[in-house]
């Protein structure tokens, strides 16, 4: 750990998802690392660690002074809290240093095993505001790890405004959606992304479609495929933007990747604590690129810039460009060299078809001008002969972009760095040494960097010396032969009554002993307070006089009349502009019925405005996307009722607690739940003050980066982008023909909606026998007519007048509820309501 003038602690956090990488992360100067343990983790794909691993694991890293934390960055279902809580106190008894949280319900389940465990907040939370921050302060959270999209101006805003540490991701892949609110995966793959069962939908190729016309593109086809981040350059700046911890991503990425970038980033770090400039070489920006990369990008902390996120043409790692195919010879093709190259480098053949089978291999040989070159080449034009078995030259062409994906030395040089672990960094003790004759030899070893203490007494007795006292440079000398430790002697101090000595083997003894003694209380965990928690919990009774409620969420001012013309009697507006609220409430008043209004999904610095705006339009209730628009509204104590929706990943009972007990009068269960986990916690939960979604297009993506900016504009941000959302209708279509539309709100985000609805009118009755007395439809580009039939629809199936099955098949929608299918008629499941 690193300390700036004022004691603010710097800290470099890397990613390890197996032994391998924890050691080279170990040696390469990271402060602390983060890894996953068996399922609750986000990345499930990973090797990840036991629960029976973990105190070796953490022993290993206080070893080293390097704190570990937990990675339990998913969503918690109800029926996995007793394991959550499990491994919460296997954590805490290994000497975990935190645990990384999404779920806001796991969060108050450790607060009631432990009040004083740290926790950190994870990017899945979406936090990216101070409000957001400011509503987590009850639960003492110790770090805050901001979403990816804040930039560095917001990050000071928040830092500015909160005292807790807060931490951001400077290298790795980026996510195109926001942390926390992509469907993707579960929508199509059955992945959950908040189960850590990431699909990467987003490094799929779309076609763009442009008011029902498909948009030529050339070789882009991968337009949610964001470039790699990479804030090297930029550490000075978020430093001093407030920034307490450089976060490395790459739980799935090799040890190589691992020692690289740590080390990078290490010297960064420690360049600006001690007040250097510093400015990586081109070396340094290359090698990171070796290791992996899709292109660089500084992501959205320099300010959005929607032409430099990605760049179309290819989703997976290149590694760095050495230029383009001049001309292809009989053994060879000619290049001329951006990057240096040398024999036993990996390259491969980039035609612009990274979809299928490329070209490539490891070189055999340089020429120049037909003449062998010996050793690297750093520039010119050069003839790269591949091996004769690795590439058929006849399908490369002239203009073909050549990379280098592979470097064997460079490889070499990072594994040497955390090979043999006597390379590792020492750790400076100091001692002090008492006695006089006829007594005990008294040593004070300290460790200067934990400030622990051990006092070691000889088991002989001092004798007074004939020749060679002891003195400070003799027991420098004796004591000092600390090789197999991690420490290193910096200096004795010897407060000795006369001349004395003691035998060598003593004095030894003292040594081993004094040094297995520190190692023991680096090791040992620390202690938390900790209280006996049960998750068992009692089956709530569900019993309701009250006739079930219809909503309706609308997204234009058509769906808003045709809903008038219905007998429902509570609507909400969802617009892309909330400045149209206005009209949207007038309409609905007009029409004697009551109106709420959503917050955008995402609340910004400097963004209360719009939530202002919101309550000026004058609505009977609003409909809550955010932490941050939650604190806002609860610390303004508006007479309004407060709805929480999907996006606050409400997914076990005590989530649903811990919102309601905050302020919010009802909450929408996440989308990540499937039937049999949905009906799991509406057994234990307060369905009175729950709502269900029955039918919607489900939000899929929701990102910062723009896709009307990108491509339908010359502009790179919203300031001179020319508004072509305001003009244009835009679809991605998908490989099997599916037109997903593109939905912009007033932050200029896009959401894109999965191109067919789904209706959960299957299970109806059983949510209705487990209390549930409100339910939603959403519209997206429907016009009055189906908004009506489909309100029809549902009200028929909500009075028992026809099946539920009748309902989405009557509108063609996918009979699923959320994200997953559930096997509900098959479920073994103790509620019989299920076996019917």
Known sequence: MRYLKGKRAIELLAPVGNWECLRAAVANGADAVFFGVDKFNARVRAKNFTMEELPDVMKYLHKYNV??????????????????????????????????????????????????????????MTITSPEAVQFLQPYDLEVIVLGRENNLKQIQTIANKTDVPLEVFVHGALCVSYSGQCLTSEMWGGRSANRGECAQACRLPYDLIVDGEKREMGNIAYLLSPKDLAALELVPELIEAGVSTFKIEGRLKSPEYVANVVSKYRKAIDEYIAGRDYNPTKEDLRELQQSFSRGFTYGFLSGTNHKQLLDGTFPKSRGVFLGTVKKVLKDAVLCELQAPVKRGDGIVFDAGRPEEKEEGGRIYDLRKMGQKVEGEVQNGLIEIVPGRHDVNLTKVRVGDRIWKTSDQELDRRLRKTFEAEYTYKLFPITIDAYGKAGKPLVSVWRDEVTGYTVTVESEELLQEAIKRPLTSEYLQEQWGRLGGTVFELAHVTAHFSGNVIVPVKELNRMRREASEALLALRQEPKQYKKHAVSTAVQKQNHISAEAPQLLVLCRTMEQIHAACETDVTFIYADFEFTTDYPKAVQAVRKAGKHIALATPRIHMPGENGILNGIVKAGPDAILVRSLGAAHYYIEQQLSLPLIGDFSLNIANHKAVEMFLERGLERVTPSYDLNIQQMMDMLAVAKTDQMEMVIHQHLPMFHTEHCVYCTFLSEGTDFTNCGRPCETHRVSLQDRIGMSH???????????????????GAEYLNHFIQHGVQHYRIEFLEEGADKVKEVITLYREALQGKRSGTSVWRALKATNQLGVTRGQLTKANHSDKTLQK
């Open 67 to 124: 704190k570990g934390y937990v990675t339990f960055n998913i969503l918690v279902f109800e029926q996995e809290l007793e394991d959550a809580r499990k491994l919460v106190e296997a954590c805490i008894e290994a000497g975990v240093d935190a645990l990384i949280v999404q779920d806001m319900g796991l969060v108050q389940l450790i607060r009631e095993i432990s009040p004083d465990f740290p926790i950190h907040g994870s990017t899945q």
């Open 741 to 759: 539309p593109v939905r912009v709100d007033i932050g200029c985000r896009n959401t894109v909606y999965n191109a067919i609805e789904q209706s």
